[in-house]
T-cell receptor, first 112, second 114 residues
């Protein structure tokens, strides 16, 4: 079983919809949670990061962490065609210098 | 412009022919890393470097070598490539070893080994 599970999609939604992207994990030692966005033929870029449980909002994006359920989510409000990309979750233990564990990524398609 | 530059973008080679993928960053970052990305498996770390002359194995180091002689460069060397090393490779760097330091990625090198 993988440490981090992420549905690969593709997830196709109409423009303007609210999008929910999710990852589950098995290691309760994970403390830092990140979402990266990867456009086609590009490297991933950091979108948001959160520490421990709770919500963090940045414009149209909200990252949510539920440590009791070992579940993280990324919500995108008022989705735009430019949001079409692959979204990767990543997480790190508190005691780990740089060991990031990655989800496989969810491909998101926003239809105009 | 601050960036991580990988070369080449595309590479087709044959089994056993040594190759090097270069990676250079102009942000004076201490930390650099190589990943491979395969469908359904996500990003897997090959090697990383905390600073000049300091390198360590990641999750999938077999068949790869790296060196960090200068802060800006971190080449990935495949001494004897095999078809199972066909993948999309990314180099990444980060300014420090803080837990929330973002990784800056290059645009990838797609390697095909026949």
């Amino acid at each position: 079983q993988k440490e981090v599970e992420q549905d690969p999609g593709p997830l196709s939604v109409p423009e303007g919809a609210i999008v929910s992207l999710n990852c589950t994990y098995s290691n309760s030692a994970f403390q830092y949670f990140m979402w990266y966005r990867q456009y086609s033929r590009k490297g991933p870029e950091l979108l948001m990061y959160t520490y421990s449980s709770g919500n963090k909002e940045d414009g149209r994006f909200t990252a949510q962490v539920d440590k009791s359920s070992k579940y993280i989510s990324l919500f995108i409000r008022d989705s735009q065609p430019s949001d079409s990309a692959t979204y990767l979750c990543a997480m790190r233990r508190m005691d780990s210098n740089y060991q990031l564990i990655w989800g496989a990524g969810t491909k998101l398609i926003i239809k105009p | 412009e601050a960036q991580v530059t990988q070369n080449p973008r595309y590479l087709i080679t044959v089994t056993g022919k040594k190759l090097t993928v270069t990676c250079s960053q102009n942000m004076n970052h201490e930390y650099m890393s190589w990943y491979r990305q395969d469908p359904g498996l996500g990003l897997r770390q090959i090697y990383y470097s905390m600073n000049v002359e300091v390198t360590d194995k990641g999750d999938v180091p077999e068949g790869y070598k790296v060196s960090r002689k200068e802060k800006r460069n971190f080449p990935l060397i495949l001494e004897s490539p095999s078809p199972n090393q066909t993948s999309l490779y990314f180099c990444a760097s980060s300014p420090r070893t803080g837990l929330n330091s973002p990784l800056h990625f290059g645009n990838g090198t797609r390697l095909t080994v026949t």
